[in-house]
């Protein structure tokens, strides 16, 4: 009579198993990105600027169909701050009290800014409301250098 080898194979694969598990997970969570959080962003376009040329402060990733946005000067949101605005129900962009009369917004978010001067440099924020009424906010720089 002879033992059969494979009575020990059992005691084994447990072990094969979790580490395939584990693997598994480790890739699954490493390559897992919910869809719906594209990083919204920007970005001065150029970076930097001489002063009486135009710059961009462009958005990336804004979410679709929001509700409503703002652009302020600096990072605190207050009416004197506020350079315009935009209400989807309306389709009307509003110049705010911060407005100099060279800032022009468009439907994407993204700010004009033409003839710059050397006081534009600084931080500037984008307020929006989505869909869910959810606020948000994202702050971008401008560098305005002379000749
Ligand atoms: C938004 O619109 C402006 C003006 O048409 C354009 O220059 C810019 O590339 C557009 N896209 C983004 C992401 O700002
Ligand atoms: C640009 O702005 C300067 C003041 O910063 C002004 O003297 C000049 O007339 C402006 N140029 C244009 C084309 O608007």
């Known amino acids: 009579m002879e033992w059969e080898p494979h009575l020990s194979i059992p005691v084994h694969r447990p072990i094969i198993h979790l580490c395939l598990l584990s693997s598994l997970l480790v890739s699954l ?17 150029p970076p930097n600027v ?15 169909n929001i509700l409503a946005c703002g652009w302020f000067r600096g990072t605190t949101i207050e009416p004197s701050n506020q350079i315009i605005s935009y209400a989807a129900h309306s389709q009307e962009i509003t ?12 439907y994407n978010g993204s700010l004009l800014f033409q003839n710059t001067s050397l ?4 931080d500037y ?21 002379g000749e």
Request: glycine letters at 8%; hydrophobic letters at 35%; a negative charge.
């Open 29 to 45: 969570l490493a390559f897992w990105n919910p869809p719906t959080t594209a990083q919204v962003t920007t970005e001065s376009v």
């Open 50 to 64: 001489v002063k009486g040329n135009d710059v961009l402060l462009r958005v990336h990733n804004l979410p679709e």
């Open 95 to 106: 110049p705010g009290a911060a407005h100099t009369g060279r800032e022009t917004l468009y």
């Open 119 to 122: 006081e534009d440099t600084g």
């Open 125 to 145: 924020t984008l307020q929006y409301v989505k869909i869910n009424a959810q606020i948000e906010r994202v702050t971008g720089q401008l560098r305005v250098f």
